[in-house]
């Protein structure tokens, strides 16, 4: 059985019941990150910061939001905005940061890329980081019903009519996700129930996985080295700080960390009081009105690639690279063939993928905010046959490449 | 070895125990998602067909979604023969007016107005007789065939009873069956 002394110290009765001393070495003080680093390995923490932005901006929208078709719209745009002290900062903060965290993503899954993170062991991390990003694309379709206006109404149309899968024709299985023939009571607390408790419940536990995904591998670097950690951290302690490649997480890390986090929360503070208009669609200032469709249906800018991708073609054919573009991602580990673990720049034919993959990217993304006219449909088109393109071609130019 | 195989034992029981309640749970939860029966019950919408204007579309309401309802006039009927399906590239000769609905003397198309791609309602253009969906640019004739694709087939008809001059929505009469029959709608 334990042995228990009279405690010294707080400290010391914490310590004896809670280890808190190992906790703090383990976490923090002893967890060993790179220093051949930089700002772009800040974005996690950014991811972080953000995550609890929309937390707690989400929990005082939820005091005074209504979850029924005949309220929610008001709840929204008049109790929340005009009755509630600040109910404007709070949701001005949840829409903005909602729209933030997926450029920061892609900023943060592009860094993954180049510097090949997601190889020799980190495949998980890539992994559960994939995981993530369609728990976050989940949780902000589930946000973008609630305040029920058009474009909430008709995307929530559009979106769960994917799922009669085309020529399948599953409209049971559509009528079964809504609850009704249509989008109304039934779909609007599904979806509410969604984004507040269960799809935020898997994020939190798929952050725990990410997280620790990445204490076997650790950290990567800027020359995709392989370290010993083990070695690194023996240097450092011994007080050879200098020579050793490793320093602490906390508080050595965390205080350039968090230099970029404020950086980057003036840029965040910024857009909420003054350019927040970009997060908030016009048309969704109109009650949903069933009846009525919105003259253009558009997602949120961080959908707009993957809608550009189902657009250009017939319905089937449009779904299927649909579904392929949304799982393809996942695979990313085991399509690169390549043992090279090092910025993009130094592998060959690999480096003109990825900036084909990125600029191919921004240009779905432009052509799906654009009408479905023409030239836009043809550029959106070859766009799209580029994207599933490059990922075929992928394995094969990996494959190729010469061992640095 | 006897504790451990004592062990397997009580694992696989609780194994069955457990499997059993998580197919339940799993029967439950299904259930629970599904539409209420009050959801499935409001479903019938009555039409008086007497009322409407040739080429003149009305929109009517059904189970929440929007119903087209366009009287053809005499030339809309004449016309009908030479129009011409993008996707097969024949006249749709034959197909149209069995998608029509024949109350008294008038031919009325009675279709639901969501897009058959994705489920945008598309507008009517009186002018050039047909409809355009806005989300997706798909076009179809003034009997909701498809003229453009990429929607896959024309507008589905509602289930429906012809009564009189009336006609019901959401329950299915003889006409309704023959066209599901025949491929008409699904």
């Known amino acids: ?7 010294t110290s707080v400290k010391d009765w914490l310590n004896q019941r809670l280890a808190v001393e190992k906790v703090e070495k383990v976490m923090m003080s002893e967890y060993w990150i790179p220093k051949n680093i930089n700002f772009l390995w800040a974005m996690g923490m950014i991811l972080v910061v953000t995550f609890a932005l929309l937390l707690v901006s989400g929990i005082f929208l939820l005091m005074y939001y209504q979850p029924n078709v005949n309220l929610a719209f008001d709840s929204v745009n008049y109790t929340i905005m005009s009755e509630v002290d600040f109910g404007w900062l709070w949701r001005h903060v949840h829409g903005v940061a909602a729209s933030v965290v997926f450029l920061i993503i892609y900023i943060h899954m592009f860094t993954g890329i180049y510097y090949g993170s997601y190889k020799k062991g980190r495949e998980m991390i890539w992994i559960s980081g994939m995981l993530l990003f369609v728990a976050f694309s989940a949780e902000a379709f589930s946000g973008y019903m609630l305040p029920w206006g058009q474009m909430s109404y008709w995307a929530g149309m559009v979106i769960t009519n994917l799922f009669s899968g085309g020529s399948l024709h599953a409209d049971g299985l559509v009528e079964w996700i809504r ?16 984004h507040v408790l269960l799809i935020p419940l898997a994020i939190i536990g798929l952050i725990g996985l990410h997280f620790g995904a990445l204490r076997i591998p650790h950290v990567n670097n800027q020359d995709g080295e392989e370290i010993d950690f083990d070695a ?16 602490r997480f906390a508080n050595d890390f965390m205080a350039k960390d968090m230099m970029v986090v404020g950086v980057y929360l003036v840029f965040f503070f910024y857009l909420v009081f003054y350019n927040y208009g970009f997060a908030m669609d016009p048309v969704n200032f109109d009650p949903a ?17 993957s809608y550009e991708i189902l657009r250009p073609f017939s319905t089937n054919i449009g779904l299927i690279a649909f579904a392929f573009a949304q799982v393809i991602f996942f695979a990313l580990p085991f399509l690169d063939k390549s043992p090279n673990t090092v910025p993009a720049s130094r592998r060959g034919l690999f480096k003109y993928w990825f900036w084909a993959m990125l600029i191919d990217m921004i240009i779905l993304t432009a052509m799906g905010k654009v009408p479905p006219v023409e030239p836009f449909g043809t550029i959106g088109f070859y766009a799209a046959l580029t994207f599933i393109g490059l990922w075929i071609a992928l394995p094969f130019i990996t494959k190729m490449e010469k061992k640095v | 070895m006897k504790n451990s195989s004592r062990r397997g034992f009580m694992g696989k029981a609780f194994g069955a125990v457990a499997g059993v309640g998580a197919v339940g749970a799993l029967y439950a939860m299904k259930k629970t998602w599904d539409p209420l029966p009050s959801v499935k019950a409001a479903g019938f919408t009555t039409l008086d067909m007497s009322a409407y204007k040739e080429n003149e579309l009305v929109v009517e309401k059904w189970r929440g979604k929007p119903i087209f309802v366009l009287k053809q006039s005499q030339e809309m009927l004449d016309t009908e023969n030479k129009n011409i399906s993008q ?31 994705l489920g945008c309602i598309p507008g009517y253009r009186p002018e050039t007789k047909d409809f ?15 003229k453009k694709s990429p929607p896959p087939r024309g507008l589905d008809i509602p289930p429906f009873k012809i009564d009189g001059m009336k006609l019901v929505l959401g ?4 006409e309704y069956k023959k066209m599901k029959e025949t491929g008409i709608t699904l």
């Open chain 1, 1 to 7: 059985m334990a042995h228990f002394t009279k405690a």
């Open chain 1, 179 to 194: 609850g009704d023939y249509v989008p109304a009571q039934a779909f609007l607390n599904r979806f509410f129930m969604l």
């Open chain 1, 232 to 247: 690194e951290a023996k240097k450092y302690l011994a007080g050879d700080k200098a020579g050793s490649k490793v320093i």
């Open chain 1, 289 to 305: 009105n069933g009846l009525k469709t919105p003259t253009h249906i558009y997602p949120e800018w961080y959908f707009l690639w």
């Open chain 2, 87 to 117: 996707i097969t590239g024949k006249t749709t000769a034959g197909m149209d007016k069995k998608r029509l609905i024949k109350i008294g003397d008038a031919h009325y198309l009675v279709c639901i107005g969501l897009c058959t791609h």
């Open chain 2, 132 to 146: 355009l969906c806005a989300c997706h640019g798909g076009m179809y004739d003034d009997t909701a065939m498809v």
């Open chain 2, 171 to 174: 329950e299915e009469g003889p």
